[in-house]
């Protein structure tokens, strides 16, 4: 595995090896039971002989109230107007509150301890914030930022969110999490400040050329977030802000005669097929809020001078806006103010939903598209779910990762290194795979970390070597950066400790420590590795009290950054993970 580190970074001496076992100052005790539950209606729970097409669908009533109680026979469900029968049928409803904060309360750590166990949160569904940036002014950003941090003082424990910022390119302001304390903490911190993006292809582009950058930047993004949250379980909610809908990015209209039709279609197709297929539901929220034709502002005098279609291009952006949640399963706000009161209302109506699968009696995958309808026994009832699916059979899926603006890895994932065995490829992709910044937490291996600042900040002059484990760039060393020492507590009951005929037991693992900024780019990185050898009474000690280590990375003094540790149980290529952003470490003044 010593080539992941030189593949990534830089060619890397010899890293420090830890001390395997050992004992430390901090024992949180036995890990425990794991808290995340997953949602009933997941596809791994509903593998058949059979084609299955799953369907998560939202019941409101006239008032936007989550409709409980219902029953399969409430519900018809027509493919291309053939009805079908439903094989399966879950009602999901969020976790209760009150259970949620008890379970947080249980779960909660010392300051500067981290743990890849999460809190308890709704693993039927989850929210996603998606602030555009791209496509908002920065008047509407700060009033949105505002409501998402007013929004934020009310979040119920539980509500299991992620929040993401998309500029240029797409950032991550805060993984997946069902803390209301740490989603507090990352809005009202400085990794989701406003954003200022470049004036697409300068100041004398045409039109349709800026409108086809956007539409590329925006597809792209979508897509990756969409492979993202793949590795979630349940229904995703998706709340896109956004501001100056990019309605030409998607066929041409009579103020933008020059975009390419057919292209813009297509890429609007993969954005949408992309998340639903990964069951996630676009909520889309005009970020202006509340508009009103210029002619009627209190800010003009006199006789309103005419304008160039307000009106014509206020319903077509909004038409696009519900074009795009129904043909995922969402629904669009647009025309209020209300930006809090509308996260709060797709939190609580996209938590309770139900699941339909079915068997389609239409058994080719011919990539044809194939229409959904439901209809409800029950009279006055609003349904929100996705409107089709193309008919394509069924291939592998790469593993989820988030891909953002820049390349965390190099090297070619799940192929073979020179003279790499099959055993070493696989471990070595287990690895590459779990430590891409914000995929989800490996959970097979549980972990607690103690993360300490050392106080001094070190600055390297020009020509510095790099100290040993240390492989940052020049140009930051030179800026200031600070060692932060890691110590591990592992559960050692799941690893694979192979026993030998005199009574021992033997395992080897690896301690990987990554540094990222908030578009993904990797910055330091290194891999420890440790052989374990024990007696047969020490490795019994161990199931009770697990193992420790200690490992050092360095981290740039100023900005915020999310460090991503990582053990890896080589014999039973078991991994565990957590991503931390730097800003929830404990700060140290420079002396």
């Known amino acids: 595995?010593?080539?992941?580190?030189?593949?990534?970074?830089?060619?890397?001496?010899?890293?420090?090896?830890?001390?395997?076992?050992?004992?430390?100052?901090?024992?949180?005790?036995?890990?425990?039971?794991?808290?995340?539950?997953?949602?009933?209606?997941?596809?791994?729970?509903?593998?058949?002989?059979?084609?299955?097409?799953?369907?998560?669908?939202?019941?409101?009533?006239?008032?936007?109230?989550?409709?409980?109680?219902?029953?399969?026979?409430?519900?018809?469900?027509?493919?291309?107007?053939?009805?079908?029968?439903?094989?399966?049928?879950?009602?999901?409803?969020?976790?209760?509150?009150?259970?949620?904060?008890?379970?947080?309360?249980?779960?909660?750590?010392?300051?500067?301890?981290?743990?890849?166990?999460?809190?308890?949160?709704?693993?039927?569904?989850?929210?996603?914030?998606?602030?555009?940036?791209?496509?908002?002014?920065?008047?509407?950003?700060?009033?949105?930022?505002?409501?998402?941090?007013?929004?934020?003082?009310?979040?119920?424990?539980?509500?299991?969110?992620?929040?993401?910022?998309?500029?240029?390119?797409?950032?991550?302001?805060?993984?997946?999490?069902?803390?209301?304390?740490?989603?507090?903490?990352?809005?009202?911190?400085?990794?989701?400040?406003?954003?200022?993006?470049?004036?697409?292809?300068?100041?004398?582009?045409?039109?349709?050329?800026?409108?086809?950058?956007?539409?590329?930047?925006?597809?792209?993004?979508?897509?990756?977030?969409?492979?993202?949250?793949?590795?979630?379980?349940?229904?995703?909610?998706?709340?896109?802000?956004?501001?100056?809908?990019?309605?030409?990015?998607?066929?041409?209209?009579?103020?933008?005669?020059?975009?390419?039709?057919?292209?813009?279609?297509?890429?609007?197709?993969?954005?949408?097929?992309?998340?639903?297929?990964?069951?996630?539901?676009?909520?889309?929220?005009?970020?202006?809020?509340?508009?009103?034709?210029?002619?009627?502002?209190?800010?003009?005098?006199?006789?309103?001078?005419?304008?160039?279609?307000?009106?014509?291009?206020?319903?077509?952006?909004?038409?696009?806006?519900?074009?795009?949640a129904e043909k995922t399963g969402g629904k669009a706000f647009y025309n209020s103010n209300g930006l809090k009161e509308a996260i709060a209302e797709v939190v609580d109506t996209g938590s309770h939903f139900y699941t339909l699968a079915y068997a389609p009696t239409n058994k080719l995958t011919d990539g044809s598209y194939r229409k959904l309808k439901v209809a409800m026994a029950q009279q006055g009832l609003h349904l929100e779910y996705r409107r089709g699916y193309y008919a394509v059979a069924d291939t592998p899926r790469p593993p989820a990762r988030m891909r953002l603006a820049k390349p965390v890895v190099a090297g070619p994932s799940g192929a073979y290194l020179p003279g790499e065995t099959v055993d070493e490829m696989k471990s070595r992709t287990t690895v590459e795979n779990a430590m891409k910044m914000g995929a989800a937490p490996a959970q097979e291996i549980l972990f607690y970390a103690r993360v300490t600042p050392q106080p001094e900040v070190v600055k390297d002059k020009k020509d510095t070597v790099a100290p040993q484990g240390n492989y940052m760039d020049e140009k930051l060393r030179k800026k200031g950066y600070r060692n932060y020492t890691i110590h591990y507590s592992i559960d050692a009951r799941p690893m694979h400790f192979m026993p030998s005929v005199d009574g021992s037991y033997h395992n080897r693992l690896e301690y990987v420590a990554q540094v990222f900024d908030n578009q993904g780019a990797r910055l330091n990185g290194v891999i420890s590795k440790a052989g374990v050898d024990v007696d047969g009474p020490t490795y019994k000690r161990l199931l009770k009290s697990g193992l420790g280590a200690e490992q050092t990375i360095a981290m740039p003094a100023k900005g915020i950054f999310f460090l991503r540790l990582g053990v890896h149980d080589v014999n039973g290529n078991l991994?565990?993970?957590?991503?931390?952003?730097?800003?929830?470490?404990?700060?140290?003044?420079?002396?």
């Not at 729970?45 to 019941?59: I, N």
């Not at 300051?111 to 929210?127: C, E, H, I, L």
């Not at 565990?576 to 420079?590: D, F, R, Y």
Request: glycine content about 8%; hydrophobic content about 40%; overall charge negative.
């Open 1 to 324: 595995m010593a080539g992941v580190c030189a593949a990534q970074v830089a060619p890397s001496p010899a890293v420090p090896q830890p001390t395997v076992p050992q004992t430390d100052g901090f024992d949180p005790g036995p890990p425990p039971p794991q808290l995340q539950r997953r949602g009933e209606g997941d596809l791994a729970l509903l593998k058949a002989s059979a084609r299955l097409v799953v369907l998560d669908v939202v019941v409101t009533d006239g008032k936007g109230h989550a409709v409980r109680g219902l029953k399969p026979a409430d519900f018809t469900l027509y493919e291309d107007g053939t009805q079908q029968k439903v094989s399966s049928f879950t009602e999901h409803a969020p976790v209760d509150a009150a259970v949620a904060a008890k379970e947080l309360v249980a779960q909660k750590l010392p300051p500067d301890v981290f743990t890849n166990m999460r809190p308890a949160g709704n693993g039927s569904s989850s929210t996603v914030i998606l602030m555009d940036a791209l496509d908002t002014s920065l008047q509407a950003q700060m009033y949105l930022r505002q409501q998402v941090i007013e929004y934020m003082k009310t979040v119920q424990p539980g509500t299991q969110m992620a929040i993401f910022q998309l500029d240029m390119n797409m950032h991550m302001i805060q993984g997946m999490t069902a803390d209301p304390d740490a989603l507090r903490t990352a809005v009202n911190g400085k990794r989701d400040q406003i954003a200022m993006t470049p004036l697409l292809g300068g100041p004398y582009a045409p039109n349709y050329e800026k409108q086809r950058m956007k539409r590329d930047i925006l597809t792209q993004s979508m897509q990756n977030l969409a492979q993202y949250l793949s590795a979630f379980p349940g229904r995703k909610n998706l709340i896109w802000f956004t501001g100056d809908i990019p309605f030409d990015f998607y066929g041409a209209t009579p103020g933008n005669p020059f975009v390419d039709e057919t292209d813009s279609i297509e890429q609007f197709g993969k954005m949408t097929d992309a998340l639903r297929l990964n069951r996630v539901a676009i909520y889309p929220i005009d970020a202006r809020g509340l508009r009103v034709d210029p002619r009627f502002s209190a800010e003009r005098s006199g006789i309103p001078p005419p304008t160039a279609g307000f009106g014509m291009r206020d319903g077509m952006e909004h038409g696009y806006l519900d074009e795009v």
């Open 575 to 591: 991994m565990g993970t957590v991503e931390i952003p730097t800003e929830q470490i404990t700060a140290v003044k420079t002396p």
